[in-house]
């Protein structure tokens, strides 16, 4: 099979809004629903005996994530809206161009939304674009619907794929624009950050054996919220759930939190990054070797963090074999043996922190 | 003198980002950089004995307000990022289109500011229209410089005109949509907030005697910093400075706190309002009677929040004649005895509240 | 009937430890229920077709709060824990020693707790006096029971009485110390805060009327907690419960709420007060005409909040007959045409806030 | 030399109010300046070329903390304040019964504190009582002096010690008494915390080689102002003193943070624990096993939390000697292939926590 390209030169993009939803394949429909929906408190707008529709609070349109009982734990689409019904052909169009397999549904994938094209991407991972979309309530103003650990908005995906510059390329070319990202003093880059809507990323791209989806993130408004659910996720002896953090990101400079969901899925809980929606927002490159970049305190990214992430369908439903990464990884330059993060530009010695006696 | 049009029909509007800065006339230099600076602690980018260049932490252009000393307290300007060089062309065009003054210059008007066209708009406001601008750091990692009120982003602008749908017309023709308003049975319109970027407004309007500007709007992170800030104005018993709030808002759902500066220009600060970037973001409509549309806490709106506002300059410095509202005033219709305000759809009575004793 | 003293010198008075809880009377038991489990999220230890007893998430002992239904809408005792059970001799041996009518019951008054005694006090009020209780669960660690807006723990009471001098004679003859007072310029006290445990007050009292309840106070851990509470009365269209406040005390310097319940019982929402333990702990004396001494941020105190209280009851279960105050009232003094309040000494005028408009 | 008993039978042990103030000797006074006073913003009450005095924001006496320079880093006397001046007769007299050698000084060992006596205890930690102290402003209400991470109180201190049953008997004699422990299936104390005032410990028990000082905690309002530190700790590009945390503590459910000093001395910021006040306050013992005893979350305690801590010092100002601890060691039975802990009671596997994979 020929690869396909990562830009379609002289074909008009899809005017991508935001990143808007995602189709999880889980294995046990019930553990599921009470990780999203009894701790995490998402809203159902709609289940049945094999999906569960689930939305946080300030959602308009039907869902931001589905939950669809299937035998292998993946992420069976990563889901877009564009601005206008149009921007579907054009992205059915634009993606055929580049040799990707496209599929256009007009009736939709999934309940609640309309006329979609899932695609292939180059990279791997099922894309879908949509307009037409069923509006529920904005339960914004329903404080009496609220929860210590409330989560608001969907705000991005993150993936993991070998090669991030060639992912760059192909998601530069379909509107998106940088933020942040990750590299070494030869150039190596290890992550990136883009973005269509306001904030720091709709989605970003993390190096590693791809395609794979390293998580979803919902937000919050306040860090209390964040530190509620682990509070709660305690309270109910799911401590074990936690991942890595809270913490304060260097990158994005948002307050987080990594949480895996039953099927090892990892969910972000986050906070208060900053706005990017000017046309020439600053980029902000990160050295790997600086300790602050995944946590501004320095306190360690675990091992997992780097090395798990979710399988994703293609568009028969099977799991898209993996391709390597060529490059080091970023665990292997930044922790104990064959890495190194300095605090401090200079610094030549690790600390007394965890990271540092690995 | 011919009133302009409120459209250009068959022109291009210009793009336009956001708002992003005001360039307030204050009559004490000095007064103003205290409490702009020492109590709200704005990050001065540039000063000298004639004005006050200030941004919040996360911004990255030059300033997001002008203090600019002169003889009357008024607006000199409500500027807007445009999304191309070639974006300001369109606006001067566009405003020229409609009949309205223009005046351009290719080093802008202010310091750290290009290109840029100033137009007496058809209500009568002195808008600003540019892209060049000079990047400054983003303090947002700072957090040595942090507050407890730390301000980090402007939000918007609120504007004071007689006639709010007219108002509406217009800027919904240069692009702006509507995300919220406020209206009464028999379908007079009080108020209007409108966006460009993906928060509930870029600027609103308030209906009363105008052109006027209402406030400035700055955000924080959270509600606590809100909280500093009145804690801060009482330790310095600066507490009359404090106008209205701290609340929730009905329209937006934000938090939000009044104060007036020293020539009595109001300043809000504001978190946590909703995204609003989809196309089809819903409209919210509130009953001018709902006692919780401008207070979710059903706490009075005082008088002077609508009646007093800010004088706003023409393109030769001069305080803009006011024109009356014609319908009825938002405060007549809600306080005392010529209105009355419900907290559930049916009451006929007020309670013990101080509104409902004025 | 002869007065009761205000102390019985040469007798050892009880060992009070904190104020404990408040038996009040409802007329309406589910409405009660609502306001108290419902929306204030108290968490029911038992209830009966006559009684709720409740209790917030730091509680160890059996309640601190009985609803008890009733005809009329008032507070039946106000109870203290005393450190022993000896202490209760000791309390019953004082009371009637001052020539207070008490009564002891080996079982207690209300479930849950033991040997206590009862007593009309000099001041009219029904004070108890317990040590034996049940023990309940603490809920502190059961995150999953926490609510946004989660109480957790009983802070004090407030109580009106005529003579507040004489009130603090007798409070401080049974052990209790001032830590902050309200007075004029010419020595006439308004209101003082007494306390046993380590906080500013177990109770205060506020000069008026008397003997009625003001209100009862629990604590939240944050100040976004008490924002949840506004929040989700508003979506309650309940916002009309919020009689004063969210504010900043200048007394106490807490974080505050007032809120009525459906009998018109206030409660208050509090936070953050400061460590008064030591022997020696400072006592703040602040100017009635200090326009911050009861809201730091100067925003104006209802006229209700000064006028409305709730009925106690003597020990057969009657409404105590109420003694005028000969002293000036605090709202006369402070708020309209009777009154005046400054923010910074010697300011002569008031601002454009509501309470300078009224 | 004969042990010291660990009680004096028949004699009346000083009412200890309060753990009041700790002296610590630090290398280099500048840069525990730019730590105590420019980072955590601690009050300089007074200073000169040896020493600096320091307290937080709520504190009314002289100091909470004194820095002293020194040649080795070390703790010279934690110190608690008693009710009466007749305490301190009564505390010399006690320590004296015990065997302890004491030193007595009518005008104090520090600035600002009066008649004292220290005494090295039967631990062998320099303990000091006093009741006479200057008094300064309480800084509560100095709202423009707040930063971000605002400490507002002196909270406890944490001493490590080999046997912690021992070191129970010896303060329960002094009027201590234990909230919480931590203890195996076997019955051994791994640590324990004991408390005077109204909170959950004013000092806390470790078990290990001593003794030695553990930590001194500071006290915030909210869980953000935690953050804040660790956010401006990595603004300047110090995160490498965050040693662990912040968290959620399970022993006393309190939010906290450990930082070191540029002597390695630890300080521990903390808020929200539970009111202990009441005479049957109840305890909680937690199994050393448990992997929520020391963070809710199940976050991993690094090692050098369990093995370091400071040095203290005899009467002569020399260092005293450590004596080993002859039962496990907290880390050995639970951190990596000596020991193992469970999130559920019955787990067998540990997951892919840092912490399981040391």
Same mark, same amino acid.
């Given at each position: ?37 009894? /701790? ?18 300030? %959602? ?56 979609? =094209? ?9 894309? %879908?674009?949509?307009?037409?979309? %069923? ?16 989560? =608001? ?62 998580? /979803? ?28 953090? !809270? ?52 306190? !360690? =990214? ?17 799991? =898209? ?38």
């Amino acid at each position: 099979m020929t690869s396909p390209s990562l830009t379609a030169p002289g074909l008009t993009p899809p005017d991508i809004v935001r990143c808007a939803y995602l189709e999880l394949v889980v294995t046990d429909l019930a553990a599921s629903r009470e990780f999203y929906v009894d /701790i995490l408190g998402l809203t159902v707008t709609y289940e049945d005996e094999n999906a569960i529709y689930l939305r946080p609070l300030e %959602e308009f349109i039907h869902h931001n994530l589905v939950l669809r009982l299937g035998p292998v734990a993946a992420a069976a689409a990563l889901a877009f809206r564009v601005r206008t019904p149009d921007d579907v052909d054009r992205a059915e169009a634009y993606y055929q161009a580049m040799g990707c397999r496209t599929e256009r549904r007009a009736d939709g994938f999934v309940r609640g939304i309309g006329d979609s =094209v899932r695609v292939t991407d180059p990279l791997g991972f099922p894309y %879908e674009f949509f307009y037409a979309v %069923e509006h529920v309530e904005r339960l914004a103003w329903r404080y009496e619907l609220h929860t210590p650990g409330a989560l =608001v908005r969907l705000d991005h995906f993150n993936q993991v794929t070998p090669d991030v510059p060639k992912g760059i390329e192909y998601l530069e070319g379909v509107g998106f624009r940088v933020t942040e990202d990750i590299e070494d003093e030869d150039g190596v880059v290890y992550a990136a950050w883009l973005h269509r809507k306001d904030t720091v990323h709709d989605t970003a791209l993390t190096g590693g054996p791809g395609p794979r989806l390293h998580h /979803i993130a919902f937000s919050t408004h306040e860090k209390h919220n964040i530190l509620a659910i682990c509070d709660k996720l305690g309270a109910l002896r799911r401590s074990d759930a936690i991942e890595r953090g !809270p913490g304060r990101h260097g990158v994005s400079n948002a307050f987080y939190l990594y949480i895996r969901d039953p099927d090892g899925h990892r969910v972000e809980i986050y906070t208060q990054d900053y706005y990017t929606g000017d046309p020439d927002n600053p980029v902000v490159t990160w050295d790997v070797h600086d300790n602050q970049r995944r946590d501004w305190w320095g306190n !360690p =990214v675990v091992p997992s963090w780097y090395t798990d992430a979710s399988l994703v369908l293609d568009l028969d439903g099977q799991p =898209v074999a993996l391709a390597e990464r060529d490059e080091p990884s970023e665990m292997a330059v930044t922790i104990g043996a064959d890495g190194f993060s300095y605090t401090r530009e200079g610094d030549t010695e690790a600390g007394f922190k965890l990271g540092g006696q690995l």
